[in-house]
Nanobody, 118 residues
Framework: VQLQASGGGLVQAGGSLRLSCAAS????????MGWYRQAPGKEREWVAG???????NYADSVKGRFTISRDNAKNTVYLQMNSLKPEDTAVYYC?????????????WGQGTQVTVSS
């Protein structure tokens, strides 16, 4: 299983970006998908998550500004980021808990850089 993230970039404060992460490989089901981020000098932190029935949850720091969604047919999760702030600058990683042929595993994407200028 591979996760391919895309959509990062440079944006001014107040702007928007949309991240995508597509899962490929031997996938029986995707139990949950989520986004994490890691800013320079800081630990990786959880940002948002969505489970198989599309229930969502968000970190307090992004609630009301970010929206996570998924397209089950495409095995893809999205993160719409609005009203971006300089403190949102980080490498964003997608994660998926996937049931494969013989086991359930956690998978990570390669990370995509988001830079918000003030």
């Amino acid at each position: 299983v591979q996760l391919q993230a895309s959509g990062g970039g440079l944006v001014q404060a107040g702007g928007s970006l949309r991240l995508s992460c597509a899962a490929s490989g031997v996938i029986f089901s995707i139990n949950s998908m989520g986004w994490y981020r890691q800013a320079p000098g800081k630990e990786r932190e959880w940002v948002a998550g969505i489970v198989s029935d599309s229930r969502t949850n968000y970190a307090d720091s992004v609630k009301g500004r970010f929206t996570i969604s998924r397209d089950n047919a495409k095995n893809t999760v999205y993160l719409q980021m609005n009203s971006l702030k300089p403190e949102d600058t980080a490498v964003y990683y997608c994660n998926a808990i996937i049931t494969g042929a013989t086991s359930i595993n956690s998978h990570w994407g390669q990370g995509t850089q988001v830079t918000v200028s003030s």
